[in-house]
């Protein structure tokens, strides 16, 4: 079974401080990508990735920035977190040439 | 008009009946596509792939219309435990492969 791990469930932050969400996957996969949920606006691309070292901007990047220096692990970063990040945070993966796509338990981040 | 489009619902069934959802998509040229079950605060999981010549498994059938670019998704037979958010998927524009996430549509089976 495919496996996509995310570092943590719940998280709670102060506005300001600098954050890290990590998502590791066990299937060698080379597309990881990272999306954030909320209620009525359903799954929204932040980042993804197609390769090593490789990043590209999705549909809502403004505030994030991403690293994915080996192969399983994509890491998402808040750089200086707002309340207005408050969300689900939902990292994937999938094999390159597929939208079959494998999702993490979810971070529940609350910024406050 | 948005990619991909999905009545948010909810579709309120009881146990035992069937239900179908669509899924609307703007790219004619869209190649792929999924639907997938998220429960409430957990993570979408795949629930099956949606093939040209319609796919079924068990209880639940999918299938594309090219002509009208929807898919549909139809869930005879509803159980308790079908009650989740169906999301569908679809390739978008360019021949990336990136999913493209419909805003999904709510189930609630009661007894």
């Known amino acids: 079974d495919v496996k996509v791990t995310q570092s943590s469930r719940y998280l709670v932050k102060r506005t300001g401080e600098k954050v890290f969400l990590e998502c590791v996957q066990d299937?060698?996969?080379?597309?990881m990508f990272w999306y954030r949920q909320d209620p009525g606006l359903g799954l929204r691309l932040i980042y993804f990735?197609?390769?090593?070292?490789?990043?590209e901007k999705g549909d809502i990047p403004e505030g994030y920035s991403v690293s994915r220096e080996k192969k399983e692990r994509f890491s998402l970063i808040l750089e200086s977190a707002s309340t207005n990040q408050t969300s689900m945070y939902l990292c994937?993966?999938?094999?390159?040439?597929?939208?079959?796509?494998?999702f993490g338990q979810g971070t529940r981040l609350t910024v406050v | 008009r948005k990619e991909v489009e999905q009545d948010p619902g909810p579709f309120n069934v009881p146990e035992g009946a069937t239900v179908a959802f669509n899924c609307t998509y703007s790219?004619?040229?869209?190649?792929?596509f999924f639907w997938y079950r998220q429960d409430c605060r957990k993570e979408p999981k795949l629930l099956m792939s949606?093939?040209?010549s319609g796919n079924e498994d068990g209880r639940f059938t999918a299938q594309l219309n090219r002509a009208s670019q929807y898919i549909s998704l139809l869930i005879r037979d509803s159980k308790l435990s079908d009650s989740a958010t169906y999301l569908c998927?679809?390739?978008?524009?360019?021949?990336?492969?990136?999913?493209?996430f419909g805003r999904g549509t709510s189930l609630i089976v009661h007894p």
């Open positions: 994937a993966s999938s094999f390159r040439g597929t939208i079959e796509a494998f």
């Open positions: 299937m060698d996969h080379e597309n």
């Open positions: 990735s197609y390769d090593v070292k490789m990043k």
């Open positions: 790219n004619s040229a869209s190649q792929s």
């Open positions: 949606v093939y040209s």
């Open positions: 998927a679809v390739n978008p524009p360019g021949g990336s492969y990136i999913p493209t």
